[in-house]
């Protein structure tokens, strides 16, 4: 009313206000009428041919890292060539249009020759062979598509010196299925390629240059086992849509850690909707869930300490190396030989060398995908020795002084076992540095010692998993005391020598090694510490170091004596470990040499050798384990390779007292 009331006056400003206002509704009124009733077919037809395609984003996956922050399994950019099916759609139109028009022409020119030779006029029926039926019209269709498209690839694939590998299947299936995105043409571009690609083909029509995020591991081979690889996947996670109408490419950890910590490596997909055309070409896209980065792994492996296991092991064909903190049970390095070239599993190699590779992994004999640190029985010989001697020391029966006359071999019932060492006198320290197996059969079969030796096998584990790897680790093979109540001495021998009913992993004589260093703590091992969420300043999930499984019960002194003696094996001249001793630094070991029977038989050559041992003596830190497949002994084999890895660790101890920085991962520094 008060409007009404001011319009009444006679004020010409305010009329043409209310002028201009009642125009622009008015126009606004007849558009909405344009729009809503006179147009709507219109929209609707247009509504009609076009629909929504949802497309899965992959996630960038998340780092595995070293205790360092070293990355051992990271991304790397993949540079592609794609090529846009839709932005060909006009030269396709313009070649099939030529090609129709000659078709016509050379139908009318074969109608033509028809009714000369016939002279007279064709029928109806007889034109009908001579126009352009719709089977034609799709041959057409698709073989000017192709055309196009195949003139286009092979410029590029000539500008950037590259063959490419362009079929017409693989056309027709990206057409038919999915012309809306991208058909990449060329993978993983050098930095030349791609320089020249920028120079000359940038403007190309349809083509374009992509970057993609290709998992990648820097050191190729090292901690193989570990890590596992990761293979193209297309099935959906925890979290995301199950069904798509695309799925770019994305990658599921196969084995290793890559399997085991999969979800948390590959974050959480994203989403995007793609609206096509009834020709089924993009008209424009919109990301409505962006995709969440992995977060990253961060291990108790040392890089260098890595590296020296495996250099140590690269020369002996088959064997396994275990690092570990005798303190807390952190696992400083974990290798297993054969290995193989991650990379391969992601393209990450030229194809001849991708050949090679497969050949290599597939090889039955050298069995690479075994990790025989974990998950391979060995039987230990001589290094279960130690256990023996603590065994006869708890049960009362071993006075470490006391000589033993060995003949060079030892009488059990009427089995005669020979022994490696010499006939002689032997107390505790000679016996475990020359490995006398007289000895310990003598220890083992006084009274009390056998149930003993089950006591120790149990606190320590032996049977059991260490639940480190899961899915790649075994249990091996030790005797509960119901399975001993039968037994003759001839098997008690037999066990006395680490042989018989007895098998193990590298990782767990790793464990009893270091309980023996640390005072009777048996530890659980640790391969990772954490796992850290892209760009968070906490960790997400954390895994504590020290976890204690157990305890070995047996008395400060008789873990004294034992380790006494395992010195004696490296620092005396005579000593089977002696090649292990490092002037300065105090080494304790053990080697050991067990047979394999083969269809009852020893096998020849295939005997396992051995090395566990820890530093440095005073106050132990490390414990290193060394096993080789057919190995000469475990002095002349296994003794010298544990010295190479305990240089390296050496020389880690010096890289940290001067501090020095430690390399950055993608993380950052983590200390």
């Known amino acids: ?27 606004l009124l007849a558009g909405l009428w344009w729009v809503q009733v006179v147009s709507s077919e219109y929209y609707q037809q247009k509504l009609d041919v076009q629909s929504q395609r949802t497309v899965r984003i992959p996630a960038l996956r998340g780092s595995i890292l070293d205790r360092d922050g070293r990355p051992l399994a990271e991304n790397r950019p993949n540079y592609n060539v794609d090529l846009y099916l839709e932005d060909l759609s006009p030269k396709f139109d313009a070649a099939y249009l030529t090609a129709l028009r000659t078709a016509r022409q050379q139908l009318a020119r074969e109608a033509a020759d028809k009714a000369r030779q016939l002279g007279r006029k064709l029928t109806a029926a007889e034109k009908k062979q001579f126009v352009v039926t ?5 041959e057409l269709h698709r073989t000017t598509r192709f055309e196009v498209s195949s003139q286009i690839v092979a410029e590029v694939g000539v500008r950037l010196q590259q063959p490419v590998n362009f079929t017409e299947k693989v056309f ?3 057409y038919s299925e999915s012309r809306a995105l991208p058909l990449p043409i060329l993978r993983q571009l050098n930095v030349t390629n791609v320089a020249r690609f920028e120079e000359q083909s940038m403007h190309t029509p349809g083509l374009e240059l992509d970057v993609q995020s290709l998992r990648y591991y820097p050191y190729a081979g090292l901690a193989a086992h570990v890590l596992g690889y990761v293979t193209r996947n297309e099935i959906a996670t925890d979290g995301e849509l199950a069904e798509y109408s695309y799925r770019l490419e994305d990658y599921a950890g196969k084995s290793g850690l890559e399997q085991l910590f999969d979800k948390e490596l590959r974050g959480v997909a994203g989403a995007k909707s793609v609206l096509v055309n009834n020709q089924g070409y993009r008209q424009s896209e919109a990301v409505w869930a962006p995709a969440e980065p992995g977060a990253s792994l961060v291990l108790t492996l040392d890089l260098e300490v890595q590296k020296a296991a495996e250099s140590a092991l690269q020369a002996h064909g088959r064997g396994a190396v275990v690092v570990m903190d005798a303190q807390n049970g952190d696992v400083l390095a974990l290798a297993s030989a054969p290995a193989y070239n991650l990379n391969m599993f992601v393209q990450g190699l030229s194809p001849a060398d991708q050949v090679r590779e497969w050949q290599h992994f597939s090889d039955t004999n050298s069995r690479p995908q075994m990790n025989r640190a974990t998950y391979e029985n060995y039987p230990p010989g001589s290094i279960f020795k130690i256990v023996v001697a603590l065994a006869a020391l708890e049960a009362g029966v071993l006075n470490p002084k006391e000589m033993y006359h060995s003949l060079g071999y030892r009488m059990v019932g009427r089995r005669r076992i020979n022994d ?20 310990f059969i003598e220890q083992g079969l006084k009274p009390g010692v056998l ?22 680790e075994t249990k091996g093979v030790f005797p509960t005391p119901e399975e001993t109540i039968n037994w003759g001495d001839g098997t008690t021998a037999n066990l006395s020598i680490g042989q018989g009913p007895i098998e193990v992993t590298p990782l767990q004589m790793a464990v009893m090694t270091a309980a023996v260093a640390n005072g009777g703590r048996v530890l659980a ?41 395992m010195v004696h094996d490296v620092e005396d001249a005579s000593g089977t470990g002696h ?11 053990k080697t050991g040499t067990a047979q394999v029977e083969k269809n009852g038989h020893i096998a020849r050559g295939a005997q ?12 132990p830190r490390y414990a290193v384990v060394v096993m080789v497949e057919g190995g000469a002994s475990g002095g002349g084999t296994c003794a010298p390779m544990a010295r190479q890895i305990y240089q390296a660790l050496r020389d880690r101890e010096t890289q940290r007292e001067r501090k020095v920085t430690p390399k950055v991962g993608m993380l950052g520094q983590i200390p």
Request: proline share 6%; no cysteine.
């Open 420 to 439: 490696t060492a010499s006939a002689g006198l032997y107390d505790l320290d000679r016996a475990l540095a020359k490995s006398s197996n007289s000895y």
């Open 134 to 138: 719709d089977a034609l019209v799709n």
């Open 579 to 589: 090649p292990a001793q490092i002037p300065g630094f105090r080494i304790g070991g």
């Open 525 to 565: 091992p640790r391969l990772v510490s954490r796992v850290q969420a892209y760009g968070a300043d906490q960790p997400s999930q954390v895994y504590p170091a020290g976890e204690i499984r157990d305890n070995l019960g047996v008395s400060r002194h008789s873990l004294d004596l034992v380790r006494e003696a």
């Open 1 to 27: 009313m008060l409007i009404l009331d001011q319009l009444k006056k006679d004020d010409p400003h305010l009329r043409l206000m209310a002028t201009v206002v009642a125009g622009g509704l008015l126009i």
């Open 608 to 619: 396992i050798t051995w090395f566990v041992s820890f530093a440095p003596y005073e106050n």
């Open 451 to 472: 149930a003993r030796i089950i006591t120790l096998g149990q606190r320590l584990h032996l049977g059991e998993k260490t639940g480190l790897l899961p899915g790649q």
């Open 172 to 174: 027709e299936r990206r």
